[in-house]
């Protein structure tokens, strides 16, 4: 960590300065230069320190040197992580593309939906069951009855289900009907509901926030891997920004970013990421193309008809045309979207 | 609600979407452009009928013309909200002046700060014994033991208590001992929350979060509203823009503006809104010449102390001056900073 | 256009902006919904009628049906405009890769570069020469005689030369050398500069600037066609957000969006929209899949030693990288990175 | 400036950097911490170094000690600059209150609006003659017939005159009619038309960009103040968010901020910092609490008529409300609204 003095300083507010530092049990190392003088602050250990620091007297402002993850830190564990759950497998060679719609809105459009999308060649089958509603005045999913028809689609297809967890008093219920929980972009800083949703050692899939920093997300990560729990996939779902003609800004560029900070898996939701139907499959192949280990995205039997979302979703003919786009481009990328082997070695 | 079509959209199309409209219980009411056509949608039932509407064959997009709040909105009630609960008045002619540490540290630390507050003429304390925190390994706080010292600091000065509430399953805890719950920038969208929080009857102020546009924030309020609780205060803190040399951007004009669409009560936050102790102050000034109906401030004995947030804490003498500063404020503008006269009465 | 009154409006009110809609030449079509009337103004041009409604007692706000732009936009020329000039071909089925360092700082630098680069494959040759900088004390390029050097490499290699030209009585000098006049990204709204820039008849390439929305990117583009140039190529170089792990956000979605609004090619500009040498070819290769038209790089024979940008520069081997898998991605796309046929027939 | 080593730096790379800093004239100072090593490089000359050591080989990142300003800077010049020319006076103790129509019009639309404002307390006059617009298709400005206008109401009321310059060839027309010359939003960054418009020698109202930080402001100023211009004032307008209810963001804190770094005076658009009428005068009201050394706020005899801007103009009746209230504000802080003494006791 880095202290930097103010230009006009005075002497004792340096001295008094460098005793804190070595009062917070770090070795001072001060370094006076021609216009200021900064303060070296050696064997840091993330964060606590540096606000008790940048309200000293005289600071101008101090620099964190440590990333502020640990855990999901790739100088901690350099091989990528590889998240594996039923017919679901994410990160280094393998690429999952999770597809169904955004609510269950019943039996039959799920069924119908899961076989589709296996079908098509997707290896995880999404559906809110809990939804998370800007307004009181909407729709909220089929909760419970939502959980069970998504089981009944894994039974169909033999496809993972990945569904939204929306509180920790919900969490129990969720992960005995599904196999990755996820954790939507509005709850990413719910530190309870993130440490419960760990515990239960169900793969979780995080959501990036609209407004939320790289380290902001690794440390949501990390409050899920503290707890224990390895099998964090992160997910890049678009950022607000003063853009108006996507419904969020879709930075793709997190992708290889996030590589190269962390072991854990990246995947992309170009549907909420762009909120246009037609922008879709070219953002979910250019998110192929820039390194992703997973693809999220809307599938509905009738876009028009959908209880929510259905102008993000695809139907199941332009699903198709996505999967096989996305399998060129994977493939040129030297990866593959394929049903985890382990799962079906087990049939 | 408007539906624009395509310019190439076909008469098949348009009927299409005319019959869709009908369908949603809707007058539809076609326009023959020079250039496009465009269907009035009348009847509108907010937010839902659009979403199913937007992803029609030849649709280009749906123009929502009514707010999609309702209880909020100061169409439905012109009068302005004021929101009294012990000493503590925010509304109309009243502004509220909320201050206190970021976090309870310690009885002394506690108490010692609620009677410089209240010297100086604060009408609430604000403390937090469940901290948020962006990282795992940062200081969590008091829990339990902080509600305690609050309501001891309270009994030692007559200050009403704002505290943050982080889950559903605390309310009921922290409800016995605050006076208002405060619902945290990352939680404005954690319904679940919004809901146990209304429930019990205690005034809640709530914080927009960094990303969140007015409807969201007016939606917000009215998950609360819709349980049946009228004691809601807005509170801005500022949001996420590009901007680094603040913590957050504040951005005033919605004030002025939430006045002329909610009859709620605005609270402006300048020590999370800027992040440097020295803008917190010209920020509290502007903030009530722009209609601010209370001000949330950081203070701390020691700020170089604190165990968070220090950077943007003043101390008593500061937070002195700074009262002193927005008093002259609150004459020119034809209001008062004072204690909620019901609550003296009731002495 | 659609006036949209507000709840409260009176019936001289609304009758008054019905007037006002007839005086702008406008046929007026009311609709009397349940809560709110709205006006159809139908004949509108665009832009200046709006703003004359706006401020109209009782107004809530004007809704623009038409896009503002006319010669630009895909509705009126569906075709897409294929732009070509000497060895770089963008738009339709040829993909444009513009490379090379970011200021041209010698003859030895800007010969060797361009070798390499046409050896790996590029179709083009971009340099500055004049340099716009953030501050006054930084290196402003070579000017005149960077613009003659360009010349040498092109001499020497046949490739298209690429560089900004910063003001208008510069644009007759740059033109005499170049092939292709850049318009960078501060530039954007700078009228006169285009105007001038268009009426050399050079094709244009027209950055996006930071903070643009594609209405606006695409009426900057019409300040070109408008004054008789047809060959703009628009290019996407990140826009300024609150994420700071990379020097822009660079929202590839923008790519698909504009080539259903516009025929007009549209070039992407990895090296600024990232910041990062090792985020470059992830974004080119996503750039690709995305639909890009033109990829626009930094090259430089030593990137550490570079006067500007040295840190999101390519090294000769990198780029080398890059294009072998530029090459598969245009491939997968159905797509080709060629040298415009016509110019190497002209040979 | 701190260059940080990545964590798993080689000692051969360290070695390279070391005298890399070195080769730039520079005393370099490596510490060698728990988990990284850092290099402090002593006697920057700033911004120029830093680029070229971002892309070493090892390094992770470059931390700037030093501000990339110099003239502009309170370190350099601690009190504050007084911007002081015919009627208008801004900095210290003086606001100054610059008011009048977004385009001129016409001779009798401008006088009468310089005799209300002057009546009202105006204490300079803005009017653009010039004016960039987003579409072609839009009123360009009366141009030199406007500059004319704008003189002939300087001699009618004596206020000074602001208006804006497009274009370095059109420094020198401008500056023969005008008081002060206004550098336009859009034209921030136009590093040509900055130093020609400071040549001339007339004070400068410099506009911040709508995605411009503060250092790449205070750069644009240095620009001008290089030339040997030291009256510049800086203009805050707004900043470009994800915000959609108000026309930009309108961030006060930028106004302490800037006092702190630099001894220019400060000046902020409350008409196109929100875009609406309603709220222009909160806005002006909190600018002037936030410590603004001046208001530019647009006025219009007719708003509803106005060529560009009504919706955003105050009326007469609206100006002389604001008028008084912002000279409440200026009381409360110490400051007076009042025209440049200079002025009038040279009459």
Redesign the interface.
Known sequence: M?V?MK??ATPEEIEHMIR?VEELGLKA?P?Y????T?I?A??E????HR??L????GVAEV?P??A???VASR?VKPEPTVVRVGSLAAGNKHIGMIAGPCSVESEEQMISTAQAVKRAGATALRGGAFK????????QGLKEEGLRILAAARDETGLAVVTEV????DVELVARWADVLQIGA??M?????LEAAGETGRPILLKR???A????LL?AA??IL?VGNPNVMLCERG????????RF?????????LH?RTHLPVVVDPSH??G????VV??A???????ADGIMVEVHPD?????????Q?LNFEQFGEAMALCR??AD??GRQIMVNEEASSQK
């Open positions: 880095i930097v230009r006009g804190r190392h370094i230069g021609t216009e200021r900064v070296a050696i064997g250990k993330r964060d606590e606000q008790s940048e309200s000293g007297a620099v040197i440590l502020p993850y640990k100088e998370p509603r800007t307004s009181p005045y909407s729709f929306l509180a920790a008093e509005r709850n800083q719910n530190y309870r509901l926030g609209p407004a920093t790289m380290d902001e440390l990390e409050y503290n950022i607000r920004t003063f853009e108006t003609h996507t800004t879709l930075p793709l560029a997190t992708v290889p970013y190269e990421g762009t246009h139907t037609n922008l070219p953002m192949c250019a998110a192929i193309a820039a390194g876009p028009e008809m959908a209880m929510s979302d259905g102008y979703s060129k481009m040129c990328m």
